[in-house]
Nanobody, 115 residues
């Protein structure tokens, strides 16, 4: 059974930091591209950052320089380091794993940034 379990969300003041973690089980983690998506109330889910099996990364323009994705294949875990948070970063953050046509989603973790 595949599981992606996010943790690390919470309430933080603007300018603060959080680190999200997503622990994967049931997949050969090192083979998967791992992504973080987010969905704010009333908005569509959007890609925040992605990291390939080879370690290449990309991120949305709105988060460049503030939110950084990384992975630890030994721990089957992907991270999202979130610095200089803004109220507009408030959303449910989802972990996503993909390998060709196969993909899985986590249950999401709430991040709320107060002004």
């Amino acid at each position: 059974q595949v599981q992606l379990v996010e943790s690390g969300g919470g309430l933080v003041q603007a300018g603060g930091s959080l680190r999200l973690s997503c622990a994967a089980s049931g997949i050969i983690f090192s083979m998967y591209t791992m992504d973080w998506y987010r969905q704010a109330p009333g908005k569509q889910r959007e890609l925040v950052a992605a990291i390939t099996s080879g370690g290449s990364t990309k991120s949305a323009d709105s988060v460049k320089g503030r939110l950084t994705i990384s992975r630890d294949n030994a721990k089957n875990t992907v991270y999202l380091q979130m610095n200089s948070l803004k109220p507009e970063d408030t959303a449910v953050y989802y972990c996503h794993a993909s390998y060709y046509h196969i993909d899985y989603w986590g249950q999401g973790t709430q991040v709320t940034v107060s002004s």
